[in-house]
Structures are given as structure tokens and as C-alpha cells.
């Protein structure tokens, strides 16, 4: 079973961390990684840019729209994922209590129900 572990943070929360704190995220991340691709549980990670970098594109009667901005407000964000293949929902949760965002905001578990890829 292959499931997102899908992370969320709060941009006011990330910048009241300290140098220091966010270097312990990032080196969670590092040690989170080693662990499921030791375990052959990684299939792939992503981090993503802040809302305030984003494009936001719509057809309408095709005409073509772009702007410039989130296209869900709010005060939490999505910033990346895991793609995980595990035999359960359980371990897929268990991972996901080993990122070390879930200290700070949430980790989201969510099955994947399609798969495609390049090939």
C-alpha cells in the first residue's frame, strides 16, 4: 500500500523557531529518511515553496487565467511530502510520527489510490 505523508506548517510558527530549532527539523528529516530507505519503505519526498511563491492558473471559457498567491488561504500550508509503500495504514501512521513536523503541526496520512508514472 502506498500512502502521502503529507506535511502542513504555519509560516508565523516556522519563523518563530530559532536557527538552531529549524536546523533540528531539517536534520529530523535527514534521520526520518534513513530510516525508511533502510526499512525499503521511501518511494520518493518532495519540499515545496512558500504560498507567497505560488501561480495559480484557471480556464474559464477558454480563456486562460494566471495570478499570483495561495489558492487556499490560511494561516498553515501544505510545504511537502512523503510517498511511502507500507503494508498497512498503521505503519503508514507510525512514519508519519516519526517526521519531526508532527511536533509542530501535522502530518497528514492519505492512501494513494492511483498510481502513473513517466513510463
Not at 519526498?45 to 507567497?52: H, R, V
Request: with cysteine; hydrophobic share 45%; proline share 4%.
Amino acid at each position: 500500500m502506498k500512502f502521502l505523508l503529507i506535511m502542513h506548517m504555519n509560516p508565523a510558527l516556522w519563523e518563530k523557531l530559532s536557527a538552531e530549532e529549524q536546523q533540528e527539523v531539517f536534520d529530523g528529516h535527514d534521520r526520518f529518511q534513513e530510516i525508511i530507505r533502510a526499512s525499503g519503505e521511501m518511494v520518493g519526498t518532495k519540499a515545496l515553496d512558500f504560498p507567497a511563491n505560488t501561480t495559480r492558473v484557471t480556464v474559464r471559457d477558454g480563456s486562460v487565467e494566471v495570478a499570483d498567491g495561495p489558492y487556499v488561504p490560511g494561516e498553515t500550508f501544505l510545504c511537502g511530502y512523503y510517498v511511502v509503500e507500507v503494508a498497512s495504514k498503521e505503519r503508514a501512521v507510525e512514519l508519519a510520527a516519526l517526521i519531526p513536523d508532527a511536533k509542530l503541526t501535522t502530518v497528514e496520512v492519505r492512501e494513494v489510490i492511483h498510481d502513473a508514472g513517466a513510463e
